[in-house]
């Protein structure tokens, strides 16, 4: 049974860093590529980051550009993403996916699995 399981959300002033962590169990880890997804309330959920299998490529939104790095540890099955000069608008749910493929990493219809997510609040 595949398990992605997040952890290091909070509450967080602006201006602030968060490190998310996504630890993942019962697939081949080092095989998928992982994102990072948010969804704030009412609004559709919204590509973040991604990194690929081997942590070569990342890819990121406009909005986490600059503030943001995703990566990950192949040897721990964990992925990461820091989060740097957080802001009112970043508050959301971030999930972390997996990916078979590389393509569409920036769409949720790429991914194959998906964690629960962790709640991430910036306060002004």
């Known amino acids: 049974q595949v398990q992605l399981v997040e952890s290091g959300g909070g509450l967080v002033q602006a201006g602030g860093s968060l490190r998310l962590s996504c630890a993942a169990s019962?697939?081949?880890?080092?095989?998928?590529?992982m994102g990072w997804f948010r969804q704030a309330p009412g609004k559709e959920r919204e590509f973040v980051a991604a990194?690929?299998?081997?942590?070569?490529?990342?890819f990121y939104a406009d909005s986490a550009k600059g503030r943001f790095t995703i990566s990950r540890d192949n040897a721990k099955n964990t992925v990461y993403l820091q989060m740097n000069s957080l802001k009112p608008e970043d508050t959301a749910v971030y999930y972390c996916?997996?990916?078979?493929?590389?393509?569409?990493?920036?769409?949720?219809?790429?991914?194959?699995?998906w964690g629960q997510g962790t709640q991430v609040t910036v306060s002004s």
């Open positions: 996916a997996a990916a078979r493929r590389d393509s569409y990493l920036a769409a949720t219809r790429g991914y194959d699995y």
């Open positions: 019962g697939l081949s880890f080092s095989s998928y590529a």
């Open positions: 990194i690929t299998w081997s942590g070569g490529t990342t």
